[in-house]
């Protein structure tokens, strides 16, 4: 992740699509911003909306989007991975505003976590769903050796 980037500030759960980071991650960026495109649909607060998609999350859907009429604007949506447009409220706005409003969210959310886990112990995978592989299944841990 380069460290200029804005995508550094929110952890290790985030993989910067604008950076180097082939080693880091197997998922296809380009497909992200194709699947949010397919996905918001007319009925959709952000439909027409010109986003681009600047991260995702490592341990489930979310995408962190710039807004390029309104630079400062920022955007976590979770996608559903359907390949279809999709009704309703997916996909969903998980957070909307500024890049403070963002980094709120995302401490709220870790906080949140933390206070659920019993005896203030840590949440396995920050109580997130396990890392996920190119095609939105769970990786599969490579079997260990034994000692």
Known sequence: MKETSVVAELGDDW????????????????????ELSTEVHPAHPFFGTALEVIAHRLTND????????????????????SHREEIGGCPTIDADGEWRHIIAYENAVDAALSESAPNGAALSGEGRKPE???TGQPREEAPRRPS
């Open 132 to 134: 996920q592989g190119p």
């Open 62 to 81: 979310d995408v962190l989007c710039r807004h390029r009429a309104t630079s400062s604007r920022y955007s976590i949506l979770h996608l559903t991975w």
């Open 15 to 34: 993989c910067d699509v604008t950076a180097d980071r082939a080693e880091d991650c197997d998922l296809d960026h380009l497909a992200l911003a194709a």
